[in-house]
């Protein structure tokens, strides 16, 4: 298990990371998004013991980087965000250098290069020069290097930003292998789909703090009970405003597109009864649901970007949409 307990992180009087903590499961694809600036890339390089924190602590299994960094860094197969300046080395030269440097060497360090890059698709690129491949063949010649000591964790800075959907759709599934055979894998990426479809437990990180983290079923559900209803009508608009702002279940009432979204407080029985109370009150209502859970719709409301109106008057003689 990955443990973060009370990570703080300042760059001059910059707080970077806020008191941040994390427990991450053996075995788990945990997401970790964010909006830029939240201090992801902090908090990975800190797991990565790349870096150290000014208070808190990192743990693998109990170990610390402090503890035996050597030891603490085998663990981890780390992918940043960012390649490196390796141009004049060819593929092949990229992968036994670096495993020459975790101790690879001779046949053993050409047979395991050979192994991965068949692994990424890269066997045809060995002799390639490194500056000669595109973004998304370096993505995987990164994965590749972070596998050739076979990690038990693997991290990975923003890994599908800015390749195309095909490289996207092979790396997700390699992502896929990884985590099924065992392999606990560490995503920092703000493509959102990517993460609700490979990832099975999330934290959210906004301003240095963790703001929700969970198994990601459990969140999905328990934010879809909470988000609003979506209420879309066939006329009368501003009186069906006016009617449920006088609703004792409605908390506040907002306006997305032509939709009125409703902050609602009460049981599936009571949406029910709400709905029950339009009809009957002669308002054509088109459709009556509640919002569907998805993680951007979690993020925005976590990370207070959403962009959502919220009526705070109304003019009940206002001509209806």
Same mark, same amino acid.
């Given at each position: 298990?990955?443990?973060?307990?009370?990570?703080?992180?300042?760059?001059?009087?910059?707080?970077?990371?806020?008191?941040?903590?994390?427990?991450?499961?053996?075995?788990?694809?945990?997401?970790?998004?964010?909006?830029?600036?939240?201090?992801?890339?902090?908090?990975?390089?800190?797991?990565?013991?790349?870096?150290?924190?000014?208070?808190?602590?990192?743990?693998?299994?109990?170990?610390?980087?402090?503890?035996?960094?050597?030891?603490?860094?085998?663990?981890?197969?780390?992918?940043?965000?960012?390649?490196?300046?390796?141009?004049?080395?060819?593929?092949?030269?990229?992968?036994?250098?670096?495993?020459?440097?975790?101790?690879?060497?001779?046949?053993?360090?050409?047979?395991?290069?050979?192994?991965?890059?068949?692994?990424?698709?890269?066997?045809?690129?060995?002799?390639?020069?490194?500056?000669?491949?595109?973004?998304?063949?370096?993505?995987?010649?990164?994965?590749?290097?972070?596998?050739?000591?076979?990690?038990?964790?693997?991290?990975?800075?923003?890994?599908?930003?800015?390749?195309?959907?095909?490289?996207?759709?092979?790396?997700?599934?390699?992502?896929?292998?990884?985590?099924?055979?065992?392999?606990?894998?560490?995503?920092?990426?703000?493509?959102? !789909?990517?993460?609700? +479809?490979?990832?099975?437990?999330?934290?959210?990180? #906004?301003? %240095?703090?963790? @703001?929700? *983290?969970?198994?990601?079923?459990?969140?999905?559900?328990?934010?879809?009970?909470?988000?609003?209803?979506?209420?879309?009508?066939?006329?009368?608009?501003?009186?069906?405003?006016?009617?449920?702002?006088?609703?004792?279940?409605?908390?506040?009432?907002?306006?997305?597109?032509?939709?009125?979204?409703?902050?609602?407080?009460? !049981?599936?029985?009571? +949406?029910?009864?709400?709905?029950?109370?339009?009809? #009957?009150? %002669?308002?054509? @209502?088109? *459709?009556?649901?509640?919002?569907?859970?998805?993680?951007?719709?979690?993020?925005?409301?976590?990370?207070?970007?959403?962009?959502?109106?919220?009526?705070?008057?109304?003019?009940?003689?206002?001509?209806?949409?």
């Amino acid at each position: 298990m990955i443990r973060v307990d009370g990570v703080k992180k300042f760059y001059g009087h910059f707080c970077a990371l806020d008191s941040l903590s994390l427990k991450i499961s053996d075995g788990s694809l945990f997401g970790f998004v964010g909006p830029n600036g939240a201090g992801k890339t902090t908090a990975i390089k800190i797991m990565t013991g790349i870096i150290y924190p000014d208070e808190g602590s990192v743990t693998i299994d109990d170990m610390r980087p402090e503890d035996d960094l050597i030891k603490y860094k085998s663990m981890i197969g780390y992918v940043p965000d960012a390649f490196g300046i390796y141009n004049n080395l060819k593929v092949s030269e990229y992968m036994e250098f670096f495993a020459a440097c975790l101790g690879l060497h001779g046949m053993e360090s050409r047979k395991k290069t050979e192994q991965l890059l068949e692994y990424v698709d890269l066997s045809d690129r060995a002799d390639f020069y490194v500056e000669a491949l595109s973004r998304g063949m370096k993505q995987k010649l990164a994965l590749a290097r972070a596998l050739i000591n076979d990690p038990p964790i693997l991290i990975m800075d923003e890994p599908t930003s800015g390749l195309d959907p095909r490289t996207r759709y092979e790396f997700k599934q390699m992502v896929g292998e990884l985590s099924d055979r065992g392999k606990t894998i560490i995503i920092s990426s703000h493509i959102l !789909s990517d993460i609700s +479809e490979l990832c099975t437990d999330i934290a959210i990180i #906004d301003q %240095g703090s963790v @703001v929700m *983290s969970g198994r990601l079923m459990d969140v999905m559900k328990l934010v879809t009970a909470e988000n609003p209803i979506i209420i879309t009508m066939a006329g009368k608009t501003m009186q069906a405003i006016k009617f449920l702002r006088e609703d004792d279940t409605v908390k506040s009432i907002a306006i997305k597109g032509n939709d009125i979204m409703v902050n609602f407080a009460g !049981s599936s029985k009571d +949406e029910a009864g709400l709905l029950k109370r339009l009809v #009957d009150a %002669g308002l054509p @209502v088109r *459709s009556f649901s509640r919002e569907k859970g998805s993680l951007e719709s979690i993020f925005m409301q976590l990370t207070g970007h959403g962009e959502e109106h919220t009526i705070l008057s109304y003019d009940a003689t206002e001509p209806d949409n």
